[in-house]
């Protein structure tokens, strides 16, 4: 395999986090040669872990961007109301891009970058991660042998956990939909995308219901106060924002050390830069007292050519993150949890056949191996002078319909929204 330059539009969690270690791992198939961000410390990083000259780190993705192309491939990595401004410039550039989840909370702007994509002729891989899981692959290779027959409906649920929900949608990036997308676009755009993906058929009509209902003020335990470090009631609070993120056994440093999602809060994380962080920044505020807006439980139905039709739900009230699903067909019903990676098939009149998927953890166990299938995908694609990938473009595109016209359903009281009506408005029924 060919080797591929890299240059990194955002130099976060995803980008200078999940993605760029990749190229430690695989160092004759890929190399990190330039970055952005605004922040110092993690262009520092950029240059001390990967060997990026200091003359290719760059304060802004308008800065990077502004340069003749740096490299092959463009991970863009910024927040979502930047992802369309960024993959079209690079495009313009003559990068390929790998793009980040969502494309953008705009359909217009989705539309667009499909648009561009089939005018240059350069490769747009958007990170649908869950299409390059094993758990995932394996299911819809079944359903696509026939083992089940025709498939008739889709039961999903994702279950987002307390505390990653209190992470990134009350005190982090993702809080209000203003700023960056709704929950059902940030968070389940992937899950809308494997509904579409296991149904192997257009998604005709969505409807939906969901609220923020529990990170209110209204509800803040009597006497809170603004930030958790000066909380006179936090011994008490389930999301005290020091013990999630030093000794909570799910996320705490005491747990995953300078991994996800400490290192978000702090970057080269240790207590007392934790605590620091804390004080004064958005990690430590308390979340019945934040300004987050987006939705936190949301359901879903759907309807599908041919008659298919699916059930989706996203909770923030769990303690693990996981997805559920359940497939029934003609002639059977196969089902799993992705975390314990079995599937479990079930041919009407034969006996349940159980299927064990479990894969080793470690460097590339990263969403159930879905970041290094992504990335190993990617570059077989490129070296075989092909741009139509597993989660190109055009399917994307599909998955973000559906997203937003559930949140449009959603604010409007559960109306059935028509796809095709919403996409020929642009989103702006």
Known sequence: ???????????????LEAYAPFSKAWPEKMQVVAGADPRPERLEKLRKEYGVAPEMCFASDEELLAQPRLADVMIVATQDRMHVKDALAALDKGYHVLLEKPISPDLGECLA??????????AVVVCHVLRYTRFYAALQELIRGGAIGKVQTVEASENVAFWHFAHSFVR???????????????????DMDILRWLVGRKCLKVQSFGSLDWFRPENAPAGAADRCLDCPVKDGCLYDAERLYLTDPHCGYERVKNGW?????????????????????????????????????????????GGASASFIVSAFTDECYRTVKVTGSLGQVEGNMTENTLRLQVFGKPERVIDLKEEQGEYSGHGGGDYGLLHSLFELLEAGRVDGLTGVDASVESHVMALAAEWSRAHGGQTVDLAEFERQAGTL
Not at 172 to 186: F, H, K, Q, V, Y
Not at 275 to 291: S, W
Request: net charge positive; hydrophobic share 30%.
């Open 261 to 305: 999602p400490v290192n978000v809060v702090a970057t080269d994380p240790d207590p007392d830069k934790l605590r620091a962080a804390l004080r004064t920044g958005p990690y430590g505020r308390c979340v019945y007292r934040c300004d987050n807006d987006v939705a936190d439980h949301q359901t879903v139905n759907l309807l599908f050519e």
């Open 1 to 15: 395999m060919a080797r591929f330059t890299v240059a990194l539009c955002g130099c976060g969690s995803r980008g």
């Open 172 to 190: 982090g990036n993702w809080r209000r939909e203003d700023e960056t997308s709704p929950m059902i676009l940030a968070k389940c755009c992937h």
């Open 113 to 122: 970058l499909r648009e561009k994509a089939h005018e240059t002729g350069r």
